[in-house]
């Protein structure tokens, strides 16, 4: 009898490279001492109190086991169009809202709306592993736009045109980056947004990370502020991260309302509602929780400045480039695949990172670290445990360096 067959594109994916990761903790027998974990970008801490006791009310509540509206509770898109207005300096109104559940729902559902089979969507190299997953399972081509060290990981002007053709149907940026960790200037992410206007393509703008910005330092883009933006710009946000709530599943998409009706459509095959009960706390938390995100986002900071102390004191490792929640680092073992050094660190060291390999092709001498994870204290361990040195696994050809 013949067998059924998998989707073969879905069976081309790679695997999901956290589970991949979390994998290789079982090679650790913990000689050095406990795991540290900066694989996952993911809060180390709970939600404060009043956020958790808010979260746990509303999932007691009768109202938050029914389904909601398919594009979130009314409450929750006022609260987050007057927030994001307020941040921006602009005048959003809820309409232009859709709540998701989480920021890699709302971006699959951002490629329904923009793209089909046998189009393009110009994806910067590193990429975050889960938009190429995405495109790869439903048959669109990611066209590759490499980024180079030496530009600090940005994307040029130049860059983006010679990669764009008549298939071409959006552009997918990350800023602050995943995961490298750029920061995209504003006049940079102007720059790309005209030439998305100019040739008829969407923006899709990933900020899940935007919290985690100097406080001060001003509004990420003024793109929300051009005529051009409801036509063009899709705005993507996570709540996970800046609110410590990546399992209750709730994340953002801004854009004109044309294209929120797709995201309607989309959002009921698969979701039918994000989550309620978070819904209902976000609605208190946004408005009321900005001096805990401050804080937070401060104590990642300095978590970002024991990372760079802890490498700058480790002989031949290099940040190559460090923003809000990552840093990017260069590994001293040339010639060696990123894998096998991120495996061999996990298993030698307890040091869990992601290979650079995980983010796209060319990447294999890279490392990425989710800082934000760890405390001050563990991150100086770091670097003790570097200085024990690592035996990987290495071609003939290759200079492997302890210490
Ligand atoms: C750039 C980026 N977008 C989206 C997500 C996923 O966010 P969410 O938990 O809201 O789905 C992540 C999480 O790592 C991310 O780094």
Not at 67 to 85: C, F, K, N
């Amino acid at each position: 009898m013949p067998k059924p067959t998998p989707n073969p594109r879905l069976a081309a994916v790679d695997p999901a490279p956290i589970a991949r990761a979390f994998g290789w903790r079982d090679s650790y027998d913990g000689r050095v001492g406990p795991l540290i974990d900066c694989s996952q970008a993911v809060p180390d801490h709970a939600p404060p109190a009043p956020l958790a006791e808010r979260l746990g009310a509303a999932a007691a509540s009768a109202d938050a086991a029914r389904y909601g509206a398919i594009l979130g509770d009314q409450a929750l898109r006022d609260v987050y169009a007057t927030h994001v207005s307020r941040f921006y300096g602009v005048d959003l109104g809820p309409q232009r809202v859709a709540i998701t559940a989480g920021c890699n729902q709302a971006f699959f559902a951002a490629m329904l709306g923009v793209a089909t089979a046998g189009d393009a969507v110009v994806l910067p190299v590193p990429w975050y592993f889960n938009h190429q997953m995405s495109l790869a399972m439903t048959g669109v081509e990611a066209r590759l736009l490499p980024v180079r060290e030496t530009d600090g990981f940005l994307p040029t002007a130049e860059g983006l045109r010679a990669v764009l053709d008549e298939r071409c149907r959006a552009l997918v940026l990350v800023s602050p980056n995943n995961p490298t960790g750029a920061v995209y200037p504003p006049a940079l992410l102007a720059e790309l947004f005209e030439i998305c206007v100019e040739r008829g393509l969407y923006l899709i703008l990933d900020e899940t990370y935007r919290d985690f910005l100097p406080s001060g330092s001003g509004p990420s883009h003024d793109l929300f502020d051009r005529p051009e933006a409801a036509d063009h710009l899709v705005s993507l946000y996570s709540f996970s991260k800046a609110y410590a709530i990546p399992g209750h599943r709730l994340g953002a998409i801004i854009a004109g309302e044309p294209f929120l009706e797709g995201m309607q459509k989309a959002i009921d095959c698969v979701q039918i509602c994000p989550p309620r009960p978070g819904q209902a706390a976000l609605a208190w938390a946004i408005p009321n929780m900005a001096e805990w995100r401050r804080e937070s986002a401060e104590a990642i900071a300095a978590r970002g400045d024991a990372f760079a102390a802890a490498i700058a004191a480790s002989k031949g490792w290099d940040v190559v480039q460090r923003g809000a929640y990552f840093a990017y680092v260069r590994h001293p073992y040339k010639g060696v695949p990123a894998e096998t050094v991120a495996e061999a660190l996990v298993r030698e060291l307890g040091i869990l990172v992601l290979p650079g390999s995980f983010f796209g092709p060319d990447q294999e001498a890279y490392l990425r670290v989710a800082f934000a994870n760890v405390s001050s204290e563990r991150i100086e361990e770091i670097a003790r445990r570097l200085a024990i040195g690592l035996d990987v696994t290495a071609p003939a050809e290759t200079e492997t360096i302890h210490g």
